[in-house]
C-alpha cells in the first residue's frame, strides 16, 4: 500500500493543474490538492488498491479528477 500512497503524493502537480480550471485562487487549489490527499489516506485501502490494480495510477488519477 505505501508504495500505492508514494504514486499518488507525486501527482500533486498534475492535480494542482487539474484545479486551475475550476478556479485560479492558489489558496484554494492547495486547500482542494489537500483535500483530495487526505481523501485518499481515509479511503478503504482495499477499494483503493482495487484502482491501482486495475488501471494503474492512471486510474487512480481519473478518480481523484471525479472526486
Known amino acids: 500500500?505505501?508504495?500505492?500512497?508514494?504514486?499518488i503524493a507525486k501527482l500533486s502537480d498534475?492535480?494542482?493543474?487539474?484545479?486551475?480550471?475550476?478556479?485560479t485562487?492558489?489558496?484554494q487549489i492547495d486547500n482542494a490538492v489537500q483535500e483530495l490527499f487526505l481523501y485518499?489516506?481515509?479511503?478503504?485501502?482495499?477499494?483503493l488498491k482495487k484502482i491501482y490494480d486495475k488501471d494503474g495510477i492512471e486510474g487512480v488519477t481519473r478518480y481523484g479528477a471525479v472526486a
Open 1 to 7: 500500500m505505501t508504495e500505492i500512497y508514494a504514486e
Open 25 to 27: 485562487d492558489k489558496n
Open 40 to 47: 485518499f489516506l481515509q479511503m478503504n485501502p482495499e477499494t
Open 14 to 23: 498534475k492535480f494542482t493543474k487539474m484545479a486551475y480550471g475550476l478556479t
